[in-house]
């Protein structure tokens, strides 16, 4: 019987661990192939949500920025004088807007072309527009025109025509004369040139108005034909300082409205607000164009925009007729006893009553 050979230990040998193999590079598997396996992809990142929000808050920045610039940029003049014997605070909302016939900032060629005269033409500065907003507390508003020939009181010079005024002391003159003659405490200025009411039409891109009749004249720069047409910056300035028609100073009121409503109304429409190459134009032009008094700022301009195209009572102060003055030349007199019933319920924040309502002109 044999046996198996003795077996001998042999001594233990601690062998080193073994190194991993490297990992295979990204896109490689094993079994051959670069296509990764299915869900593997990267997804890409949806930028679309950030893209509409970006652009929410530039919309709503946008409105915002060209606010703080308006009301930064604003010329503002003392036009507002506290004086003995000051009519005091009445309900509602008093604005006077001005339109005068200053050139200052225009060229030889732009007096030209707007057809406005040399500036050595006049002695000082007068009101070509003279305009009367009352916003009430509640209800309409009213938009008084007072015409430029109108014969009142003017403190320090004696009767006269109201934009002798203006002429004579500037705006603090004409504030105190208005005051004086219709018993209402004006709250707010706002006065525009020439220049600045052309730029402001050319910058919507014209305004679209409808003329019963032609309308030629030359000194006003114009020769429009009758029917619907568009007007651009240095028309439309012809077309609301022309009195070549029959009823002269009040076929101009009618047409300064009618235009004012026009302009507003194209201003703050979409297609001008949402295109910057009109918004951006009319709201620097309206800044520089525009003189208001120390107390106005944008929200106080917004909301006479807002009252003059919320279909407001549309007016001229009282006409009593006309009469030549020496020295004065040929004026406008105010129906006393109208005219003071009038502004008595405009004072008394109250519905001016509809037969004092002027349709001449209206």
Known sequence: MGYAPTQRPEP??????????PPLPPGKRRGGGDR??????????RHWFRWILSLLVVLLLIPVAAAIYVDTHLT??????NYQGRVGDTPGTNWLLVGSDSRSGLSKEQEQQ????????????RTDTVMLVHIPKSGRPTLVSIPRDSYVSIPGVGKDKINASFAAGGAQLLVKTVEGATGLHIDHYMQIGFGGFANMVDAVGGIDMCLDAPMNDPLAGINLPAGCQKLNGPEALGFVRSRATPRADLDRMLNQRKFLNALLKKA?????????FRSWPLVSDLTA?????NGAHIWNLASLGNALTDDPITTTVPVGGFEDVAGSGNVLLWDKTKASAFFDALAKDQQVPSDLIT???S
């Open 114 to 125: 707007l057809s406005t005269g040399d500036s050595s033409d006049v002695e000082g500065e």
């Open 12 to 21: 233990f040998r601690d062998e080193p661990p073994r190194t991993p193999p």
């Open 76 to 81: 503002r003049i003392d036009a507002l004088a």
């Open 289 to 293: 164009a525009l003189k208001v008094d």
């Open 268 to 276: 703050s429409s979409p297609a001008t607000l949402a295109n910057p």
């Open 359 to 361: 349709t001449v002109g």
């Open 36 to 45: 990764p396996p299915r869900g593997s992809r990267p997804r890409k990142k």
